[in-house]
């Protein structure tokens, strides 16, 4: 009989409230299936404790430590921005790789991330082979950018969503009691590169009687119409909210919010839109106002984690390490809807060739004809999503989260210098 494999698991990008709920699914779902998964072994920041060998030992941490995983945001292993390349131009890297998991006898794969993930992840399912050293390659889906195709939803968007809706419903609420004397505009920024996704939650408020206007990536911005719109509804309300994606972009395709950075992955560095259009505002219309960054607020905030979301984030978890058992490669679980009402869902798979650099983006039914609003058809996808409230454990009125152990595994090649 073979020799059982050992498993590598990895975080990757900008983490959530509920990824660890995901890792918590993939490593209980390997415990149960100790007769051909040996160890699972977490990369240390992502794929680059793979690369550098920077390897721990979940099997070090107890059942509860574990579990408690489900209740705790951010990423319990550490993530990274860091994107393989092709194997001909980083060659070295993908060589280094599989030294790694020869080294450790690794023969599952399992990371946990987005669009540039599910490439990494793709490519080391083609290259294992190539290079002599079969990998088992499963992507296990998380963005709050809920921009990844095939799955209905990602992990972490939903709780997202969730705050977003929430956030501003409730400061919205503070501007229209303050709206005579004081301010007449807020303004939320959100997460969103090029999809819309976390700005459509914020038209959720709209149900609650606030006028909103929302401003999309996938809607080219018309500063003329939005002021007028903006202008019209302080009129009408003598107040009103505007949620802003950061992706938000002038029709020669420059972001409003663009710090003329690029991030690891080569992504424009964002940050900024509230306060470009918050001025804007005053400028042209004269009327006070309110900014805020929701930033790593929106995707901490387990605390108000959508109860839907959680579950899910679980569920996608073990079903990677199931699909691996059962001899799949390169494929990534998924979210697929049965109906909206009552809400019902089941765990679908997709082939990685299909996901990899492939973004979803808002449908333009979702999005208002005059482009600041959601419809009808939007609404109805996002609340099953936001439903739910799945609390942790508090303990002298604060949260409580794991921080696990992190025992490294020992080393057993030389050094690697990454580039």
């Known amino acids: 009989m073979a020799r059982k494999k050992n498993a590598f698991y990895a975080q990757s990008g900008g983490v959530t409230a509920v990824i660890n709920a995901s890792a918590c699914g993939v490593i209980e779902t390997a415990r149960k299936h100790d007769d051909v998964i040996g160890k699972v072994y977490a990369g240390r920041n992502g794929i680059i404790g793979a690369l550098t060998e920077d390897l721990i030992d979940t099997s070090k941490e107890s059942i509860a430590a574990i579990r408690a995983l489900r209740n705790t945001p951010s990423g319990a292993f550490g993530s990274c921005r860091y994107k393989l390349k092709s194997l001909e131009t980083h060659k070295r890297e993908y060589e280094r790789l599989i030294e790694v998991f020869k080294a450790h006898n690794i023969g599952y794969f399992f990371y946990n991330g987005g669009g540039d993930s599910a490439d990494t992840c793709f490519k080391i399912s083609q290259l294992s082979e190539q290079m002599g050293y079969g990998v088992q390659a499963i992507h296990v889906p998380k963005t709050v950018d809920n921009d990844l195709p095939i799955t ?202 299909k996901v990899a650099n492939v973004e979803k983006f808002m449908p333009r039914d979702f999005i208002t004809a005059d482009g600041f609003g959601i419809t009808a058809k939007c609404k109805r996808y996002l609340l099953p999503l936001i439903q739910g409230e799945d609390y942790p454990t508090y303990e002298n009125g604060l949260p409580v989260y794991v921080t696990l152990k992190n025992r490294a595994v020992a080393k057993k090649l030389s050094p690697f210098e990454l580039k």
């Open 152 to 353: 209905d939803c990602c992990p972490g968007f939903g709780s997202v969503a969730k705050y977003v809706a929430v956030s501003a419903l409730e400061a919205s609420f503070d501007v229209r009691s303050m709206a005579r004397t004081s301010t007449k505009v807020f303004v939320l920024e959100v997460m969103g590169r090029h999809a819309g996704w976390i700005a459509a939650a914020g038209g959720l408020i709209e149900d609650h009687g606030i006028p909103v206007v929302i401003l999309f990536p996938e809607v080219e911005f018309d500063e003329k119409k939005f002021l007028a719109r903006v202008d019209a509804l302080v009129k009408e309300h003598g107040y009103c909210t505007v949620v802003v994606s950061e992706g938000c972009h002038y029709p020669d395709g420059r972001f409003l919010a663009e710090q003329g950075t690029r991030d690891a992955f080569g992504h424009a560095q964002l940050g900024g839109a509230a306060p470009v259009v918050a001025n804007m505002i005053k400028d042209a219309l004269g009327h006070k106002f309110h900014w805020a960054v929701a930033d790593y607020l929106q995707r901490a905030a387990r605390h108000i984690a959508s109860k839907t979301d959680v579950k899910q984030a679980y569920e996608l978890g073990k079903k990677a390490v199931e699909l691996a058992v059962k001899g799949h490669n390169a494929v990534m679980p998924t979210v697929e809807r049965v109906s909206n009402v009552p809400y019902k869902y089941r765990i679908g798979v997709a082939p990685l060739a």
